[in-house]
């Protein structure tokens, strides 16, 4: 069956840097659209970042724009998001999510069919 396992979250200050992965199987990752959603405390979970199959096309959350890159390795059916300058407001439990039907990129949370547990990043001031 299809498994997301993320990895890679942690505390970091304030204008530090993380990379969290995600590693899938059960699948043919090559075929999936990729995104990384985040909920913080006492609030929805939202969009953060979508790589297409290829990875030739991304889409950012305005709020992370410029400070996180989404990147996948086919190869190595594993998903990576790169944040840098990170802020106390990025404090959240961040998912991956595989959509199998997708074409391009997929913002909406309701087009992923699977979901990891989720990593915890922690940004301090």
């Known amino acids: 069956q299809v498994q997301l396992v993320e990895s890679g979250g942690g505390l970091v200050q304030a204008g530090g840097s993380l990379r969290l992965s995600c590693a899938a199987s059960g699948y043919d990752f090559s075929t999936y659209v990729m995104g990384w959603f985040r909920q913080a405390p006492g609030k929805e979970r939202e969009f953060v970042a979508t790589?297409?199959?290829?990875?030739?096309?991304?889409s950012y959350a305005d709020s992370v724009k410029g400070r996180f890159t989404i990147s996948r390795v086919n190869a190595k059916n594993t998903v990576y998001l790169q944040m840098n300058s990170l802020k106390p407001e990025d404090t959240a439990l961040y998912y991956c999510?595989?959509?199998?039907?997708?074409?391009?990129?997929?913002?909406?949370?309701?087009?992923?069919?699977?979901w990891g547990q989720g990593t915890q990043v922690t940004v301090s001031s």
């Open positions: 999510a595989a959509d199998e039907a997708g074409i391009g990129v997929r913002r909406a949370l309701g087009a992923y069919d699977y």
């Open positions: 790589i297409s199959r290829s990875g030739s096309t991304t």
